[in-house]
């Protein structure tokens, strides 16, 4: 059975640091583009960043230059490194996985199978 995981979230002051993983099992993610998406409050879902197998990134301009995505195929996890954070970063965050994302520079959720529960960020004083 595939099964992805989040974990990492939680509840930080703006400017803070968090650090989501996101773990597979059941499949190997090494040929899967994974992406990280937000759903905030009354918001639609959005892409925050995605890594494909071969490791180019893609990064919403809102998170750009503060989160970093990276894979750890030995450990069939995905991490999304989120720095300097603020109040409009609040969101459910989940992890996808792909295995044929044409198009991953678009952050577009379409084009993926498989998808974790997500973990909740709060950026709050």
């Known amino acids: 059975q595939l099964q992805l995981v989040e974990s990492g979230g939680g509840l930080v002051q703006p400017g803070g640091s968090l650090r989501l993983s996101c773990a597979a099992s059941?499949?190997?993610?090494?040929?899967?583009?994974i992406g990280w998406f937000r759903r905030a409050p009354g918001k639609l879902r959005e892409g925050v960043s995605c890594i494909t197998s071969s490791g180019a990134s893609t990064y919403a301009d809102s998170v750009k230059g503060r989160f970093t995505i990276s894979r750890d195929n030995a450990k069939n996890t995905v991490y999304l490194q989120m720095n300097n954070l603020k109040p409009e970063d609040t969101a459910n965050y989940y992890c996808?996985?792909?295995?044929?994302?044409?198009?991953?520079?678009?952050?577009?959720?379409?084009?993926?199978?498989?998808w974790g529960q997500g973990t909740q960020v709060t950026v709050s004083s």
């Open positions: 996808a996985a792909g295995l044929k994302v044409v198009a991953p520079y678009t952050l577009s959720d379409i084009e993926y199978e498989d």
């Open positions: 059941g499949f190997t993610l090494d040929y899967y583009t």
